[in-house]
C-alpha cells in the first residue's frame, strides 16, 4: 500500500514518469519522462529476466504514473512473432503494478528510426552495433512517439 500512496503522492504533484518500454525476447529497453513530462530520455537496457525488479525499483525511487509498451507488429499490421511474449509481459506488469496504467503503441520500424537516428547523432558504427544502445533508443523512440500523439 505505501507504495501506491508514494506513486499517486507524486503523480498528483506532477512528479511521477512515464515509462517507455521496448521489449524484446533477450533484452528490454527503456526510456523515461523528465518529472515534467517534456522530454523522453535513453533509461537503461536490462536482461528480461531482470526487467521486473528493476522496474519495482525504480517505482519506489522515482514514482511511474504509465507505462508505455511497444506493440511489435509486421509491416501488414499483423501481431509479429513476439507479440505474445510481449503480452504476456503486460499481463505481468498489471499484476504487479495494478494501480499504473499501461498504454500500447505501435512500434514498427522503431528499430530502424533508432539506427538512423544514432547515424545521425554521429556514433561511431562500433557503438551503433551496441544492441542495448539499440533497444534504449528504440524506447526513447517509442515514449516520443507517445507523447507526440498525446499533445
Known amino acids: ?3 501506491f500512496k508514494r506513486c499517486r503522492t507524486l503523480s498528483l504533484h506532477g ?6 518500454i521496448d521489449y ?10 523528465d518529472p515534467s513530462r517534456i522530454i523522453a530520455t535513453a533509461l537503461d537496457t536490462v536482461m528480461v ?3 521486473m525488479s528493476y522496474l519495482k525499483s525504480y517505482s519506489e525511487r522515482e514514482g511511474i504514473e504509465r507505462f508505455v509498451v511497444g506493440e511489435p507488429k509486421n509491416t501488414n499490421n499483423t501481431p ?3 507479440a505474445p ?8 506488469l498489471h499484476k504487479l503494478f495494478p494501480h499504473i496504467p499501461v498504454d500500447r503503441i505501435d512500434e514498427r520500424f522503431t528499430s530502424k528510426m533508432a539506427a538512423q537516428a544514432m547515424i545521425d ?10 544492441k542495448e544502445l539499440v533497444d534504449q533508443t528504440s524506447a526513447v523512440i517509442i515514449l516520443q512517439s507517445w507523447m507526440a500523439q498525446k499533445s
Not at 524484446?24 to 519522462?33: I, Q, S, W
Not at 547523432?121 to 551496441?130: A, I, Q, V, Y
Open 121 to 130: 547523432s554521429g556514433l561511431k558504427k562500433k557503438d551503433r552495433m551496441r
Open 15 to 20: 512528479m511521477a514518469r512515464i515509462v517507455a
Open 85 to 92: 511474449a510481449v503480452e504476456r509481459f503486460v499481463q505481468h
Open 49 to 51: 529476466h531482470e526487467v
Open 1 to 3: 500500500m505505501a507504495n
Open 24 to 33: 524484446g525476447t533477450k533484452r528490454v529497453g527503456l526510456a523515461v519522462t
Open 80 to 82: 509479429s512473432e513476439v
